[in-house]
Nanobody, 127 residues
Framework: QVQLVESGGGLVQAGGSLRLSCAAS????????MGWFRQAPGKAREFVAA????????SYADSVKGRLTISRDNAKNTVYLLMNSLKPEDTADYYC????????????????????WGQGTQVTVSS
């Protein structure tokens, strides 16, 4: 069973920054495509960013392009989400997800594609 633990959330003013981390209880995450999703109160969980196993291919939701950056350190079994220029509409619970993948270039945008999920970390952006 894969466990994913998110950290780094908190309260920040609009325009501020946060860096979320997702630590995986795996010998290696090298064979897992990873993603970040978020869920605001009363709304469905939505895609934020995805990264392929090697880190060579990345995709972002249009709403976060240019402000959020996904990255991974396979040696540390950790995936990151650097969040800059935060807006009140970024307020949500942020979830890390993992999908076993043996093709280095694949990434996944749909939440139903993912096999494992973390418990989430809350991000609140005040105006």
């Amino acid at each position: 069973q894969v466990q994913l633990v998110e950290s780094g959330g908190g309260l920040v003013q609009a325009g501020g920054s946060l860096r979320l981390s997702c630590a995986a209880s795996l010998r290696t995450i090298s064979n897992y495509a990873m993603g970040w999703f978020r869920q605001a109160p009363g709304k469905a969980r939505e895609f934020v960013a995805a990264i392929s196993t090697s880190g060579g291919r990345i995709s972002y939701a249009d709403s976060v392009k240019g402000r959020l950056t996904i990255s991974r350190d396979n040696a540390k079994n950790t995936v990151y989400l650097l969040m800059n220029s935060l807006k009140p509409e970024d307020t949500a619970d942020y979830y890390c997800a993992a999908k076993a993948s043996y093709r280095s270039g694949d990434y996944y945008l749909a939440k139903d594609d993912y096999d494992y999920w973390g418990q989430g970390t809350q991000v609140t952006v005040s105006s």
